[in-house]
């Protein structure tokens, strides 16, 4: 390797292992429970009073129109289809309030000036406008639960309670012990000295109810049999005590069940056969039948097994449990059906098999739609759950997929084991990149992919020290953008504004104004990091010379921040540079890095900015030269050439620079309009 170049690391990336395999990530549109987790508690058309702007001390009512996590879009009630006084508030910062709390606490209601002469009686209108309409929940819009989705109100010691595994009318309390991105590590009450029993259960399982639930319906509150014997009944008592005690004094938000679905009635009758997929061991699918009927929701399966002494593997199913098929499901789609064990034929034969137990098959309309795929296909990629420890999350391909049922093999798995069948609604399966979006370790391929080895040079400043963390790329995939059906987006704080590229803007002495020009208008909205990176890299290749963006966004940092560290790119005359950045990963603070980004690069702070800047910028920047404006915007500093390295350059040969293609948005989409109320959102990407 040339002095001045540099090998990057062999840690497992994704973008680097999609690459090298020519795999695809699946869409994070096919996980179904992530994208529940990831909305927003706010919904499209909710109604509530806003802080006034034209008039202060007054308040008017206005409409969702979209959301981003914490951030809304709103209208004033009025405006109608008019949406160019649409405005982006934070609900954390903002004074919002419920419908009614001006008239509780003697507020003035009052239309915004712009609109206060359209109609004659805004009493009447707002009735009108009210009528029949929903109102944003209070207790989202004040006190410790402001802003917050679902996943977020989980905390760690949280109390809920767990239905039996066998037993439908059994329940324990459990405490949360993790909460990854809404997949819980939950552990019994009474044994929290071990975490031998421990469960790990994404926050949607229909098995997790609110303290209190069991007592309503008049079920029994017992800890599950094969723990019983490992404390005694006084011990039991006292544990399930405390842990009534403690959630009656610290009560887990009924937001937090709100996306819960409820259970169909089935039609299964005892000793209906039927095709299930073996849970103990989810390699095989196995002939099964119906055991026990507990009432219209719930029914025991269990594993047939011929054998004088059988095995008895059961599991509690409902009308739409994952992994159970009507008989000839196998035949039909091309798959092994293992035989029970204790089978005496050479071939398994269903008519056979029916004519020697006298049974008769479960019909096709007890069993949810079988054919639906959920757009997942053969050699996709994804992140999954290791069935023979739960704890562990590997990178997983897909080998086959096969109505609603996939074959996943696990690269990450520290012991060889075979493919294991999932359903694709299936919460222990998770997009390319979850494990790193939610800190959690992923366990990689055992040969990792080595990342290319490049002749590259690493753009340092002067006293920098060396990272001590390591810096992946989060890939697109992650960065869920509004869909038409949706109705909600992005967790929490971390979500980012839509982002304007304002190119009548001052685009200072770094920046080429042609190719500023030729960026889309906006970015985002998505997580801060993705829609921050995405405008940095299209950024870096609008400069004349690109390694000298680089290296003066490194030095864009404030301690203040929470930031993340991202490796960016730059290519110029052939040569590929690199350099770790620190970008911010929280709303309230993408604001003061953009405008920091623009001082730094001497351009107007409005170049890229939630700001949309119309015809005139506040900032007056028209009226600067690139000579006078660093006068006002930035010290004036010599552009120096990125260092290339003598070795990786001849004296005297300079390659003329490639004219530059257009450059394509990779990773963070433009905004799709995802309205229910207005398709035409202010703020859209045109």
Partial sequence: TDEGSSIEDADFNWDEFLEETGASAAPHTSFKHVEISL??????????????????????????????GQ????????????????????????DLHPVGWCTQNNKVLMPPDAIKEKYMDWTEFLIQDLTGARTAPANLLEGPLRGKNPVDLITVDSLIELQDSQNPFQYWIVSVVENVGGRLRLRYVGLEETESYDQWLFYLDCRLRPVGWCQENKYRMDPPADIYSLKTITEWKCALEKSLNDAANFPLPMEV????????????????????????????ICPASV?????????????DDLRPEPSKISMLCHADS??????????????????????????????????????????????????FSRGFTKNMKLEAVNPRNPAEICVASITSVKGRLMWLHLEGSQMPSPEYIVDVESM???????????AYNLIPPHKAVLRRKRRIAVVQPEKQLPSTVPVEKIPHDLCPVPQPDTTGTINGRYC???????????????????????????????????????????????AYKPGSVLRELQLVEDPQWNFQEETLKAKYRGKTYRATVKIVRTSDQVADFCRRVCAKLECCPNLFSPVLVAEVCPENCSIHTKTKYTYYYGKRKKIIKPPIGENNMKSGHV???????????????????????????AGSAE
């Fill in 39 to 68: 909305q927003s508690s706010f919904q499209p058309g909710m109604k509530l009073e806003v802080a006034n702007k034209s008039n202060p001390d007054t308040y008017w009512v206005a409409t969702i129109i979209t959301t981003c």
């Fill in 71 to 94: 951030l809304l879009l709103l209208r004033y009630c009025g405006y109608g289809d008019d949406r160019r006084a649409d405005f982006w508030c934070d609900v954390m910062t903002a």
């Fill in 257 to 284: 069940f709100k996306d819960h679905a409820d259970l169909r009635n089935h039609f299964f009758t005892v000793g209906m056969k039927l095709e299930a997929v073996n849970m103990r061991e989810p390699f095989h």
């Fill in 291 to 303: 055991t026990k009927v507990f009432n219209n929701h719930y029914l025991q399966v269990t594993i």
């Fill in 322 to 371: 994952l992994g159970i098929l009507p008989i000839q499901w196998c035949l039909k789609n091309g798959v092994n059906l293992t035989p029970p064990k204790g089978y005496s034929g050479q071939d398994f034969d269903w008519a056979d098999y029916q004519k020697q137990c006298g049974a008769e098959a479960a019909p096709h309309l007890c069993f949810r739609n079988t054919s």
């Fill in 428 to 438: 222990d399966i998770f997009p390319v990149g979850w494990c790193e979006a939610n």
């Fill in 496 to 542: 980012c504004p839509q982002l304007y590229i304002n190119h009548r803007c001052f685009s200072g002495p770094y920046l080429n104004k042609g190719r500023i020009a030729e960026l889309p208008q906006s970015v985002g909205p998505g997580k801060c990091v993705l829609v921050l990176k995405e405008v940095l890299s299209m950024v870096i290749n609008a």
């Fill in 655 to 681: 390659k003329p620079a490639r004219r530059r293609k257009r450059r394509k948005s990779i990773f963070v989409q433009k905004k799709r309009r995802s309205s229910a109320v207005d398709s035409n959102a």
